[in-house]
């Protein structure tokens, strides 16, 4: 018998172009230079598509800190900013 996956295997979108016009982008927190931080890791196969930008501060503090207690703690929804950047983006904001 053959096994079939239910499920493809994962395929990590990437998209230089995209992380490029994220890091030009301030941090959502306090509007320093951002970088861009994957909510999915690459390792899991996160898309380049799940990111935000943060400065080098709050990207460590959330990884230090985790998503819940940032999310709780600046009053943001990574979830929302993912969809704003998203939209910015596609509307022409590069």
Do not use: N
Request: hydrophobic share 35%; charged share 30%; aromatic share 10%.
């Amino acid at each position: 018998m053959t096994y079939v996956p239910a499920f493809p295997k994962p395929v990590r979108l990437k998209d230089k172009d995209y992380l490029d016009w994220l890091r030009r982008r301030p941090c959502l927190i306090c509007g320093a230079q951002a970088q861009a931080h994957h909510t999915v890791t690459k390792g899991a196969m996160g898309s380049d598509y799940r990111t935000v930008s943060l400065c080098w501060k709050h990207h460590m503090e959330l990884h230090r800190k985790g998503a819940e207690w940032f999310e709780e703690e600046y009053l943001v929804d990574l979830k929302d900013e993912i969809i704003r950047s998203l939209e910015a983006y596609i509307a022409g904001g590069r």
